[in-house]
């Protein structure tokens, strides 16, 4: 049809107009490139650009068709992609046939002749492993999920239908890989896997991308590693997972490998329905993992599991935890070289750590408590302390330690059972810095006054330590102090307020020299 416009196909490639003739398929398995469409009259995609630029004023840098498709030309762009939908590959983009074939095929034209990327658009089953060799990314056009009395799935889709023992894609030892803007969907089968990377290295796998990913339904979203085949020193590092949810998946990410995680990064990951473990560590190596959110429904499930010994530290930052049970962070293990930095993250579940290690923790909001056992040194710099009243935040046990600062100053604690170890800023009027030291865990009150009003749920700690605190219960002027009762729950009355007895006190001494 002469004078008509180009169109975008359903591949969402420049192609023939409403009304040309069908392009015949390629010789030889190359993938189709219509370089060239009818724009009024016929002419090239460069001439459609520039009817653009002179109908519209668009600046479209970069831009420039050359017969031979050298240089910057889109020839030359057009020519670096495969889409598995086009012929000789026909990959069947409603997920009623298998398509593993044929989007194998298309990766492996891709990886023999020097191409990048491989396109898919639509929603395709799979029945067995896509195995995806070095340099090739993988990209599809961004996916999406709702439930509308029922599971619906939107966008570009992997729906992986295979034997649960082997992974829907799998990267073993290679390099400079990207998988982006797609979904893997799993089918909600126990033991299955996303994503697996292995490596036996020859070579080492090193330079993997993932981003913009969807994950429904598995066992494991990400198999990082894996112990019981791994080969003497597995390497699977230089890895970045970024801007992903996983839905509905048992664990998150599961890291066993001798050398699994150095300098990699996980960042911008959420985590929805998780039932188990949104990363157990293993094998954890120098990684940081950040601004990652899980949601957690059960007493199993945990944001953060680490039961391995190496000496890498791991920096865990802006991660938060949310959900009715579960766990921030569980630790077991030996490790005297290690470290585990914690760094802005929002506390809303407990973290326990036992066995050998130190943790850092800097700015942390921790609104949950803290368990510590066997030789772990914990340090605490300005963290928030805001669990409820009374109740013991940190534990220690077992020849543990825990150390601290913490920015607000009494006025801020009362009520709050604070720690041995902490350092409490007194804010000094002269300016600089000053503390005060709790030298043994309790509830802190201030110091009863003779005379004075107190309001209903102030605390108070007797003249003379008792080891105890108490709580005004019903408010009042007092009168003289009274014989302070040393049983938890009892009440004693001074003047018209009343207080009572709710656990062991605070212990605060000493006052430092002002800092500049």
Not at 396 to 418: C, E, I, K, M, Y
């Amino acid at each position: 049809m002469a004078g008509s416009w180009a169109v975008w196909d359903s591949s969402k490639k420049l192609g023939a107009a409403e009304g040309a003739a069908p392009q015949a398929a390629p010789a030889k398995g190359a993938p189709s490139a219509a370089h060239y469409v009818a724009v009024d009259g016929g002419g090239s995609v460069q001439d459609y650009i520039d009817h653009l630029r002179s109908t519209t004023g668009g600046q479209m840098v970069g831009f420039s068709h050359d017969a031979k498709n050298e240089g910057n030309s889109v020839g030359r762009r057009l020519a670096q992609e495969i889409w598995v939908t086009d012929a000789p590959y026909n990959a069947d983009p409603t997920g009623k046939a298998d398509a593993a074939p044929a989007i194998k095929a298309a990766i492996d034209f891709a990886h023999a002749n020097g191409i990048g990327t491989v396109r898919l658009n639509g929603r395709f089953r799979i029945d067995s492993t896509l195995v995806i060799p070095s340099g090739i990314s993988l990209e599809g056009q961004g996916a999406c999920y709702r439930y509308d009395n029922g599971n619906i799935f939107e966008g570009t889709w992997i729906r992986y239908r295979g034997p649960a023992a082997s992974p829907a894609i799998r990267y073993g030892s290679v390099q400079t890989c990207r998988l982006s803007r797609l979904g893997i969907d799993c089918n909600a089968v126990a033991h299955t896997r996303a994503i697996s990377i292995g490596s036996d290295n020859k070579p080492a796998t090193k330079g993997l991308v993932f981003q913009d990913l969807l994950i429904f339904g598995a066992g494991t979203a990400v198999q990082w590693g894996d112990s019981s085949k791994r080969a003497p020193l597995e390497q699977c590092d230089e890895i970045s997972f970024r801007d992903s949810t996983f839905h509905t998946c048992v664990n998150g990410f599961v890291i066993d490998a001798t050398n699994a995680a150095d300098f990699s990064v996980i960042e911008r990951i959420g985590f929805d329905q998780l039932q188990g473990v949104a990363f157990k560590l293993i094998t954890p190596g120098f990684m940081r993992i950040s601004q990652c959110a899980a949601g957690l429904r059960y007493e199993t499930s945990r944001m953060f599991e680490i039961s391995g010994d190496g000496p890498d530290p791991v920096i865990i930052e802006s991660c938060q935890s949310e959900g009715p049970a579960g766990k921030f962070l569980i630790y077991s293990a030996t490790n005297d070289q290690g470290q585990i930095h914690l760094r802005g993250n929002v506390v809303n579940q407990p973290i326990e750590v036992t066995g050998v290690t130190r943790v850092l923790s800097v700015g942390n909001y921790i609104n949950s408590t803290i368990a510590l056992g066997g030789y772990v040194r914990f340090n605490s710099e300005c963290d928030v302390w805001d669990g409820p009243l009374e109740t013991p935040q940190v534990t220690v046990s077992n020849g543990a330690r825990f150390r601290g600062f913490t920015p607000r100053d009494a006025n801020g604690q009362n009520g709050r059972w604070l720690p041995a170890g902490l350092k409490i800023d007194r804010d000094p009027a002269a300016g600089g810095y000053e503390y005060n030291l709790c030298a043994r865990a309790g509830i802190l009150g201030f110091t009863f006054v003779s005379a004075a009003k107190y309001d209903k749920g102030q605390y108070i700690l007797p003249t003379v330590d008792n080891g105890y605190a108490y709580k005004c219960i019903v408010g009042g002027k007092t009168s003289t102090e009274p014989a302070w009762p040393a049983v938890v729950g009892k009440a004693v009355s001074s003047g018209a307020a009343r207080f009572q007895c709710v656990g062991a006190g605070a212990l605060v001494k000493g006052t430092s020299p002002i800092e500049p």
